[in-house]
Every structure is written in C-alpha cells, then in structure tokens.
C-alpha cells in the first residue's frame, strides 16, 4: 500500500528555516517524481515544487519561494525533503507531500508551518 | 504560473447533475491533455477524482467525468450525493511546473 507521511512542521518566527520530511512506503520514492504542495488556512492548493526522478532530479519552483525554498531525497531512507529559509507569514500552510505523475495520485495527510512571532 | 479560474461555489441537489468549470489559457489547459480534478473533505487531503481530462482512477465513481474544450476543463458529477459536498480543485500540467485553480465548495442542498 502507498503511503506518504509527512513531519517536521511547527511554528517558526518570519526569518526562520524548517526542514519538512515526507517518508514514503509502498512504492520507490526515486523512481517517481515527487512534490509539495500547500495549502495556506482556508485557501486553496499551490504547488510549491518538483523533482523528478533519474540521476540527478531536475527541481523546479514556485516563483513564490524560488531562492528561499529547496526541495531533495535520500532515496537510502525512500525519503523527500523540503528546506524552508528566510520564512515569512505568507508561507503559513499545511503542507503535503505528492507522487507526482502529470497529476499527484497520492498524498500524505500534511504538516502544518505556522510562521509567526 | 497563474492560477486556474474556477467558480467559487456550485451547488445542487440529490440525484441532479452539476458541472464544475476550470479556465486556464493556451499556455497550460489548452496545450496540454493533462488536467486533474481532486475533491477535498474538511480537514483531509485532497483525492484525486480525474486525471487526463477524462480518466478515473480505480475506486472513483462513474458519477464523475471530465471533459475539456480548448482551454477550459470540466468536472460533471450525476446523481449528486450528500457526500459529494467538498471543495473541488482542477490542476494542469505545464512541463516543469504545475498549476491548480482556485477550487470550488460544492454545497448539496
């Protein structure tokens, strides 16, 4: 069975940086593209980013965290990550973790980044 | 990377038919066969309903279908149920990026 889990959420102070984990199980993490995806409180979806799988795994951004956030794996723990620097308050959301084809087929239950001081 | 257009409520009764629409531009729904639809419950995540414009994953409904004519996509749900109340999001693939749109709260009546 696919599952995803993500961790790591919590609040952090504007300028702050939070690492998220996504742990995968069921399936090869590397060998599939996977994404972040939020959702601000109340709001609707936003794809936050990509990579994709093969030596390498180009990464691609929103431009609403291009040079602030940086998505990678440890395909030896089945396991994505997502470093968030220089936070702000528009960064507030639960965020989730997808397999990602040219749609996200599965989805962990979120984590939720509270930026405030 | 603008978001889809979507109405912001739709609403209907039990066993009547209701079509959620999702308007991009020629740069993403309407270059590509590649729009998904997810429905989302309170406080869970999203699920995916359609994917390629018109395909089901296993275990959806066939209450649930999509089209697409250039570039705005549709979900049509039939025989509304009271379970069908959630929010809807449509998504497109744009290459190295995706997209979703805004999403709409379907209220059954």
């Avoid at chain 1, 030596?55 to 965290?65: E, H, K, P, Q």
């Avoid at chain 2, 395909?55 to 697409?68: A, E, H, L």
């Amino acid at each position: 069975e696919v599952q995803l889990a993500e961790s790591g959420g919590g609040l952090v102070q504007p300028g702050g940086s939070l690492r998220l984990s996504c742990a995968a199980s069921g399936f090869t993490s590397s060998s599939y593209a996977m994404s972040w995806v939020r959702q601000a409180p109340g709001k609707g979806l936003e794809w936050v980013s990509v990579i994709f799988s093969g030596s390498g795994g180009s990464t691609y951004y929103a431009d609403s965290v291009k040079g602030r956030f940086t998505i990678s794996r440890d395909n030896s723990k089945n396991t994505l990550f997502l470093q968030m620097n220089s936070l702000r308050a528009e960064d507030t959301a639960v965020y989730y973790c997808a397999r990602n084809f040219r749609y996200f087929d599965y989805w962990g239950q979120g984590t939720l980044v509270t930026v405030s001081s | 990377q603008s978001a889809l257009t979507q109405p912001a409520s739709v609403s209907g009764s039990p066993g009547q038919s209701i079509t959620i629409s999702c308007t991009g531009t020629s740069s993403d729904v309407g270059s590509y066969n590649y729009v998904s639809w997810y429905q989302q419950h309170p406080g869970k995540a999203p699920k995916l309903m359609i994917y390629d414009v018109t395909n089901r994953p296993s275990g959806v409904s066939n209450r649930f279908s999509g089209s697409k004519s250039g570039n705005t996509a549709s979900l049509t749900i039939s025989g509304l149920q009271a379970e069908d109340e959630a929010d809807y999001y449509c998504s497109s693939y744009i290459s190295s990026s995706r997209v979703f749109g805004g999403g709409t709260k379907l209220t059954v009546l």
